[in-house]
């Protein structure tokens, strides 16, 4: 089954009880927080998507909490096509055992068919075009430097976790060319990737910078040192220097993800990437209570079986020892 926040929210799954695995605990924590994380960003930067930041700071002051509204009037806790494509994603990883491009592309047109509450130009585009052609990879376009693909990356951080550099990033390409086949858009999905393993395995933010910075000497437009992104739009690069800005700046999940959205923009999307950073580097017990309890249950309960569900396959298509 393929998720969509409207069928989440009308068939939640019985929760199933995942046995105890050496793995469980920091690294089962950390992918939960991840992906909490970006659920908690979306709904959180729904609100304000499209909003400057003066614009926010007139009608929020600042914005600190779950509230729903926005654009796209949301209910308090629901979230958008960031956290539910990313679902569907990771769905299809666990039916195929493994990332694979036509078994994305099918759940992703699943997902668009059931009317997600938001769907993005080029990726509604693309599946479009998959639907005519039954051909799972776009064709390469500059036009397509969206950040479509890089917002549902983490499924695939998690089910590659444990497996060589040339096997991840070619489950990269596979998920991010069904609607967005661009080098910008690529570089940032490795990266992002690349960073998330950094941080499940407990490595110091140090040690994932040079992921960061390795973004930038590849692709010097990506250089955010410099001048504060405000406002970044669905350019993946304005997206990715918002994010690596507010994530590098902070020392902390709360203040990570009140930085990211309160920069407006494509706030939906900046704060799920944002959220599962931080989630990743600070763990489940850095996520505020009062934002676990505004996110939809029915989508907190998905994401937290999917990291268990996901870290299970890495862990046995892997030899990787995960520590305990």
Same mark, same amino acid.
Request: glycine share 8%; charged share 25%; proline share 4%.
């Given at each position: 089954?393929?998720?969509?926040?409207?069928?989440i929210?009308?068939?939640?799954?019985v929760?199933?009880?995942?046995?105890?695995?050496?793995?469980?605990?920091?690294l089962? /924590?950390?992918?939960?927080?991840?992906?909490?994380?970006?659920?908690?960003?979306?709904?959180?930067?729904?609100?304000?998507?499209?909003?400057?930041?003066n614009?926010?700071?007139?009608?929020?002051?600042?914005?600190?909490?779950?509230t729903?509204?926005?654009?796209?009037?949301l209910?308090?806790? &629901?979230?958008?096509?960031?956290?539910?494509?990313?679902?569907?994603?990771? !769905?299809s990883i666990?039916?195929?055992?493994?990332?694979?491009?036509?078994?994305?592309?099918?759940?992703f047109?699943?997902?668009?068919?059931a009317?997600?509450?938001?769907?993005g130009?080029?990726?509604?585009?693309?599946?479009i075009?998959?639907?005519?052609?039954?051909?799972?990879e776009?064709?390469?376009s500059?036009h397509?430097?969206?950040? /479509?693909?890089?917002?549902?990356?983490?499924?695939?951080?998690?089910?590659?976790? /444990?497996?060589d550099?040339?096997?991840?990033?070619?489950?990269?390409?596979?998920?991010?060319?069904?609607?967005h086949?661009?080098l910008?858009s690529?570089?940032a999905?490795?990266?992002?990737?690349l960073m998330?393993h950094?941080?499940?395995? /407990?490595? !110091?933010?140090?040690?994932?910078?040079?992921h960061?910075?390795?973004?930038?000497?590849?692709?010097?437009?990506?250089?955010f040192?410099?001048?504060r992104?405000?406002?970044?739009?669905?350019y993946?690069?304005?997206?990715m &220097?918002?994010v690596?800005?507010?994530?590098?700046?902070?020392?902390?999940?709360e203040d990570c993800?009140?930085d990211?959205?309160?920069r407006?923009?494509d706030?939906?999307?900046?704060?799920?990437?944002?959220?599962m950073l931080a989630?990743?580097?600070?763990?489940?017990?850095?996520?505020?209570?009062?934002?676990l309890?505004?996110?939809?249950?029915?989508?907190? &309960?998905a994401?937290?079986?999917?990291?268990?569900?996901?870290l299970?396959?890495?862990?046995e298509?892997?030899?990787?020892?995960f520590?305990g």
């Amino acid at each position: 089954m393929f998720w969509t926040g409207e069928l989440i929210a009308r068939t939640a799954p019985v929760r199933r009880r995942v046995a105890p695995a050496p793995w469980d605990s920091p690294l089962l /924590g950390k992918a939960t927080a991840a992906y909490l994380g970006l659920a908690i960003g979306d709904a959180m930067g729904a609100t304000v998507e499209f909003l400057t930041p003066n614009e926010i700071r007139h009608q929020h002051g600042e914005h600190r909490d779950i509230t729903g509204g926005g654009w796209l009037r949301l209910k308090a806790g &629901q979230v958008t096509d960031d956290t539910t494509m990313s679902l569907a994603l990771g !769905e299809s990883i666990l039916a195929a055992r493994g990332v694979d491009a036509q078994a994305a592309a099918e759940a992703f047109d699943a997902w668009m068919r059931a009317k997600p509450v938001d769907i993005g130009n080029t990726v509604r585009r693309n599946l479009i075009q998959f639907r005519k052609t039954g051909k799972p990879e776009a064709v390469a376009s500059e036009h397509d430097a969206g950040n /479509g693909a890089a917002m549902r990356v983490l499924p695939v951080a998690l089910a590659c976790l /444990g497996q060589d550099r040339t096997a991840t990033l070619a489950a990269s390409r596979a998920q991010a060319h069904v609607t967005h086949h661009n080098l910008h858009s690529d570089a940032a999905c490795d990266a992002l990737i690349l960073m998330l393993h950094e941080l499940l395995h /407990g490595h !110091e933010v140090q040690d994932l910078r040079q992921h960061a910075d390795r973004l930038v000497e590849q692709f010097p437009l990506f250089a955010f040192d410099k001048k504060r992104r405000d406002n970044p739009s669905g350019y993946v690069v304005e997206t990715m &220097q918002a994010v690596l800005q507010a994530f590098f700046d902070t020392s902390c999940f709360e203040d990570c993800l009140i930085d990211v959205v309160n920069r407006g923009g494509d706030a939906d999307t900046t704060g799920a990437i944002a959220g599962m950073l931080a989630g990743a580097r600070y763990g489940l017990d850095a996520i505020p209570k009062r934002w676990l309890r505004a996110l939809d249950p029915a989508i907190r &309960q998905a994401c937290e079986q999917q990291a268990a569900d996901l870290l299970r396959l890495s862990q046995e298509k892997s030899s990787l020892a995960f520590p305990g």
